[in-house]
């Protein structure tokens, strides 16, 4: 791999002093038609101690527009970023549209030092690496440019090097590891080339560059990032004329009622006449709400955090399954979250960004009032989205509840099902409610007549993102009660089953 | 203050069959005058332990809308949160326009379980109430809706409830100091009190609820949000027709050069003839880079944190002289913020939580390019924000930077000051330049017409915001090596100043 450059090449003062105004200019040309394409743009420097990570980053910030320029370091992790998913401290640096966001080390940092000091194995840092790999086509498939440098230096420069910057002892101070990092330059260089190898794709591929010589670094940077940008704007050029054929190219849905072999639900297999019996519901719900009370202390106190995701019909019940889960959890450790119509921060990034960004701490009870399956659920129907992105998603969704499960976290995904009928009898009655009638809108109405076409998409939904990690429970909702009785009973069913196997 | 209360009210199960359908109805109905009129609503519920304050956020949950309804516990504080100022942690979940937050406690819950708990003095309380009323009085004057409850109930009620509550083994678990508190009613009533003696005002009230019938209780809450409400949406109405009126009623603008007391800077008293000596400008820009990466190492492990503003003409040096500063910062531990339009998320809010929520921790540099002041300067110039608003946010951004400079934190504000020639040069000079064409636009030429408005304005600033804890530093940048060496030395200075203050 790293043969692949040419080492100790010079760059003259002289040659410079021509080479770079040039790139200069042409550097933030590219930048300007990542503002203007709304193209987000992700430069990671990431290389062996000593060749000037720090210095590409601040020639960036010179020779690009700094409005639009944002530097990230992902150094010590702050307590809020423990408590969450690991890229949850990456998500929240990614850039916007337009915008471009350079990381320091970037998600290989962490896991290059610790592979390099023998502190994970490796097998983990493969798999690691490979989580990379599926975030980076995650963001490359959003529109994302991804840049990804490699500054290296031979041993002998970097002992030198690290002689020098030994000196500096406030750096050993604030960085405890440098040291053992640096004296280790064959180690570092073999996790790094292992990262290398196994992360570097035409969606996010690295520039290996000898950083020997400064001047030759930074102009090989700065070609770098422009003739990826120019590449990107060229392919999307290419992709709007043969939009249509690619979206042909892609398979057709799957019809609806596939999942009725059993293992994965489908909402015309749904038995709704179940009930439950009145007398003893307010019994049950009673009880059902004290252990769920006790059972989610237990689960902050261990760290284990619960996120609910709720979708279904408009009035099919959400809102009071939701409100008779949360009455039995402490609102110091639980939060709703309403989704509805993103704002423009969000709609400049990429639409599980608005997510991310709400993810509860460890220990904390999460309530989503509709979810990141809007995305193949109304997207999809009203076609407010390509058919190329939403049938992406399933994907994207289950990589991103990968991680939400990760350390025995739970995550109960309900779908509340009711038919059409029932729906029509709980508008009238809305309509009829004063407290309830603005929960009525006519978009409710509209949604009636496109009851088949959210069939279709439920069931592939369930199809698509039923994972072993995150199974989709469909409730019978045409009785409330019984509804929730089946709600609450899933959430104290998870939360038993999380503390016993979560390991002291 | 508690006699203004009926106590032992008690309401029928009939009198609320009644009742609570007629006040729901009405209470959506001031949620919807919120959204329409974009009002942000800001609900505290406070009280004796056991008077139902948990009870009452549910409540609100279920009779308000949810979709726009959000409960805030400000609970145990991240370390995200410790090394921000105080206020960090309420502003980052204040209510946007049309919004409603429920906080429960509130800012007054940590300083009157301190109180209560002789953890603090009486002075340091009366002086925490007066920031409370201060930070309310600023979220009021920017159209905020604040309605704060204190649920009340008498001893002999408290201790039967104390009793029920120690039975739930897991709430002493888990907030540890809540026992502490219970047990000492007449100390959470004396503090209590004072707590609303201080703080209660027209625009922000305190409701005083005897909380022993939780049916009484919850009518009154919804009565008084509804009444709040609608006081707020006719005084809007009011306010519209005699804005005129009260506009006028300002005190006049203070004429330029106010400040050429000598004390406070004014721009025409500058001297634009200083020139730094080319010759040794190298020598010394190294030293002061030098000086600063070792004093912002030192101020980052003592937690010190330095927040650097720079305002000034188009064309003056901001970037220049930043980029000097940050070339002697490792970039691990400092930031560049670019101020430019809002996004409608911070235009949602008080137009200082886009501020807020970039704060840097404890320790770290951080540099507004442009900042909070372009709201008593474009905002102003540009009669983008009516007067009464921009001559109120003098004292807003004192209040603002009292909390920024707490703990021996270090606020610089620079002003880069040039002639209208020498910004006429390099406007030229930039035209000229391929990689600095960008930053040319028509706007720059009009602000130029705009340059005597300008100057008032700045000036004025000066006079009302050089505070003792964070005085301006008006810099002469007609040549720019000399405003550099300016700035870096001011920033090395009070990098020494407040290493030698802070107690180890």
New interface residues.
């Given amino acids: 791999m790293f043969e692949t450059v040419t080492m100790n090449e010079r760059c003259s003062e002289k040659k410079y002093a021509e080479e770079a ?1 040039r790139l ?2 042409k ?2 040309e590219a930048q ?1 038609l990542c503002i203007e394409h709304r193209i987000p743009l992700l430069i990671t420097v990431a290389g062996v101690n000593g060749a000037g990570r ?1 210095s590409v ?2 020639r960036l ?3 690009m ?4 320029l ?2 990230h ?1 992902f ?1 010590r992790e ?3 970023e423990k ?1 969450r998913p690991r890229d949850w401290r990456f998500w929240r640096c990614l850039p916007a549209a337009g915008e471009t966001a350079v990381f ?1 080390g970037g998600w290989y940092a962490e896991p290059l030092r610790a592979y390099c000091c023998d502190e994970v194995s490796g097998h983990e840092f493969n798999s690691r690496m490979h989580q990379c790999r599926e975030l980076e086509m995650c963001l490359a498939d959003s529109g994302m440019v991804l840049v990804k440098f490699w500054l290296h230096l031979d041993e002998k420069t970097h002992d030198e090097r690290l002689k020098k910057r030994l000196k500096h002892k ?2 050993l ?3 405890p590891y440098d040291k053992k990092v640096s004296v280790n330059y064959s180690g570092m260089l073999s996790a790094a080339s292992k990262a290398i190898t196994l992360t570097d794709r035409p969606f996010a591929p690295w520039t290996i560059i000898d950083a020997t010589d400064a001047r030759q670094r930074d102009l090989m940077v700065a070609e770098a990032i422009i003739s990826a940008v120019n590449r990107a704007v060229a392919a999307r050029a290419a992709k709007r004329q043969c939009a249509e054929a690619s979206n042909a190219a892609l398979p057709e849905e799957t019809s609806a009622g596939l999942g009725t072999a059993g293992i994965i639900p489908s909402l015309n297999g749904i038995d709704l006449s179940s009930k439950a019996d009145p007398a003893t519901y307010k019994r049950e719900l009673a009880s059902l709400q004290h252990d769920i ?2 059972l989610s ?2 689960a ?2 261990r760290g284990i955090s619960t996120t609910l995701v709720f979708e279904g019909w408009d009035a099919s019940g959400k ?1 009071g399954a ?2 008779r889960v ?2 039995g959890v ?4 639980s ?2 979250i ?1 989704v ?1 119509a993103p ?3 969000e709609l400049a990034h990429h639409y599980l960004w608005r997510f991310w960004r709400h993810l509860p ?1 460890a220990g904390f009870m999460t309530v989503y ?1 509709r979810s990141w399956y809007g995305r193949v659920l109304v997207e999809r129907v009203e076609n407010l989205t390509p058919r190329e992105d939403w049938s992406r998603a399933y994907s994207e969704i289950n990589l991103f509840e990968e991680q939400l499960t990760a350390n025995n976290n739970i995550l109960l995904k309900f779908w509340l099902h009711i038919s059409p009928e029932e729906q029509l009898r709980r508008f009238r009655e809305r309509e009829a409610t ?2 309830k009638r ?2 009525i809108t006519p978009e409710d109405w509209r949604n009636r007549e496109k009851w088949d076409a959210y069939v279709q998409a439920a069931d592939e939904m369930f199809l698509r993102t039923s994972t072993e990690y995150a199974p989709w429970h469909v409730i019978a909702g045409e009785d409330k009660k019984f509804a929730r009785l089946a709600v609450l009973r899933a959430v104290r069913e998870a939360l038993r089953t999380a503390l016993a196997n979560k390991k002291k």
């Fill in positions: 105004p200069r200019v550097l933030f300007r720090g980053v601040n910030s010179e020779w527009d700094s409005k639009h944002q530097n370091v150094w702050s307590d809020e408590a320091f406030e750096l101070h604030f960085t009370r006790t202390f237990k902050f106190k809102g939701i409100r949360l009455a402490d609102s110091r450790i939060r709703v309403p509805s704002s423009d921060e701490r009032d004063p407290w603005y929960k």
